[in-house]
């Protein structure tokens, strides 16, 4: 084994040779006894999570928002007054860090119509969860702010029996200009 060791340079040469010796019991041997060791590596990680920080949070989400979870993007988001331009901003993070994602798209809709934007409410409530009380209230703003009273009606009405508090507030607020109108 020595000789083969020292004097051989290639390493499949090597390998060859040594597992010719003996007809290949050695190597077979080595192998059970020696490598299987050799092999084997056990690895024991400790970490702490630290518990999440909206302060920090806010500082994470402009510089390197993949660290932050959506619930965490979400978080942030609610610590700025509601359609402030940090507010959006976040949801939009959101949604370029999770494009897949059924919930970040909604809210990134329902972000858009706030905006009346309506073009880029379309295209992410095309990914969102179409059965959701909150899906449907979006889709009432969105055939409100296209004109389609009736339409937007049926979907708050819906949505409000589903539990959508929104929706209802909606609902309620088309029933007083609705009435307003005819009066």
Do not use: W
Not at 88 to 117: E, H, W
């Amino acid at each position: 084994f020595l000789n083969i060791i020292k004097n051989t340079t290639d390493d499949a040469k090597r390998k060859q040779e040594i597992m010719r010796v003996g007809g290949g019991a050695p190597y077979r041997s080595m192998l059970k006894e020696i490598y299987l060791g050799l092999r084997k590596v056990n690895c024991k990680i400790d970490y702490t999570v630290v518990n999440f920080d909206v302060e920090q949070g806010r500082i994470i989400i402009r510089e390197n928002p993949k660290y932050l979870s959506l619930n965490e993007m979400y978080q942030v988001a609610n610590s700025y007054p509601k359609g402030s331009k940090d507010f959006v901003n976040v949801f939009d993070i959101a949604v370029r860090m999770y494009p897949t994602d059924a919930v970040a798209n909604l809210n990134a809709g329902a972000v858009a119509l706030s905006q009346k934007d309506l073009n880029a409410a379309v295209k992410f409530m095309e990914k969102a969860d179409h059965n959701t009380a909150e899906f449907i209230n979006n889709t009432g703003v969105y055939n409100f702010l296209n004109g389609d009273i009736n339409r937007a009606m049926a979907a708050f009405e819906q949505a409000a029996k589903l539990g959508n508090e929104a929706a209802l507030a909606n609902l309620k607020q088309l029933q007083q200009i609705l009435s307003v109108k005819m009066k």
